[in-house]
């Protein structure tokens, strides 16, 4: 399974194509960045444990209630290792947007009035809001570093914004509207230069690029199961052991109580404190799975990932009244518009037609409202994406652009 991004069309890439049963559907599945299909191997790990027989975890003393935990604690450790980790820095949660609003949550007693939030022109919703609703309670203030021209990161500006008033720089590790990589171990060290916490959306990244969260240094990263072939309802959110320790939880309940008096309580310690409630067992473990398919995460750089992604970007260009935007080391994404037509429209005719890709402004509206005013077409690549895929959307693009101007 390790072969796949290789720039070839071996039997290897019909056998991954098979690990998705969702693929058999007739159709050209372009929206990855959106949810990819779940591999089999998830499906087959969630299906064993459920009917196995389930518990919940951490209560129960019976047999099956221990091999739960068992599970449970092995998912733990398999999703934490993906992005280099021990299992005592990773907290399950919801989804990436649920993690970073915990991470919101937890630090925003460290912020004064005055004090700066630094995010990024390429944010998501779910790395903008949490930091703009903290920020407003405590009299903070966001501030965007820029987009250059090319559509990456101006890192210069971003290092230049950064002074003794930076108490977090909150970052996207890709865009998911562009595919730009952002250069993540540089801002870390900038951030910490000023004694900032660097917070990571690695939302897109996760399926698409090696991440060392050690190597990266940087204190929080967040990543989810339903962008990586597996389940929904459930991401990763690592921790530094400094923030594990101080951070408060976001949510309080059973599960990740010590001790309740009559009119107080006191938090377990290390990553329980964080798992407040019943946690989802199974999704845990067909996240677990799902990584082991794509472990060691497949580097795009020179690989069948970015030859496709250019190919798609030159057949589109080709297209008369067709913007493509392609920043340079792009990856996993395309946007683009096209002249006179609306992308939702466009979209539709595509779906029509057995294409799926995503129209809008991709929940990121302060960076596509830079690209376009009607927002823009995506076309997002995965593991299983082949030359047929692209040729469907190209072909079936060129039929609705001739029939519009005809
Ligand atoms: N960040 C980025 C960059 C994303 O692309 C997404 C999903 N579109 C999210 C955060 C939110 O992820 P989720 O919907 O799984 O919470």
Known sequence: MKTFLKNSQSKSDFDLRAQFQGLRRDVAYLDNAATTQMCQSAIDAMNAYI?????????????????????????????????????????????????????????????????????????????????????????????????????????????????????????????????????IADLADAAHRVGALIVVDAAQAAAHLPIDVVDLGVDALVFGSHKCYGPAGIAAMILSLDLIDSMEPMIVGGGMVDHVTTDGATWRQGIEKFEGGSPNVEAAIGFAAALSLIAPPPYEGGGRGEVLRQRLVSDLQSISGVTVFDPPGAIGIVSFTIDGMHPHDVADMLGARGVCVRAGNHCAAPLVEKLSTTGTLRASLAIYTDERDIEALVSNLKEIVKKAKA
């Not at 609703?133 to 290092?159: Q, S």
């Open 51 to 183: 009917t196995g027989g389930r518990s919940n975890v951490g209560r129960g003393l019976y047999p099956i209630a221990e091999e739960t935990m068992k599970k449970y604690d092995a998912a733990r450790s398999t999703v934490a290792n993906f992005v280099g980790v021990d299992a005592g820095r990773c907290v399950f949660t919801k989804s990436v947007t649920e993690g970073l609003n915990a991470i919101a949550f937890g630090l925003r007693e460290r912020l004064q009035a005055g004090d700066e939030i630094l995010v990024s022109a390429f944010e998501h919703h779910a790395n903008l809001l949490p930091w703009r609703r903290i920020a407003k309670e405590r009299g903070a203030i966001v501030k965007t570093m820029p987009m250059l021209a090319d559509f990456t990161l101006n890192l210069d500006r971003a290092k230049a914004m950064m002074n003794e008033r930076t108490k977090i720089v909150a970052v996207t590790m890709v865009s998911n509207v562009l595919g730009t990589v952002l250069p």
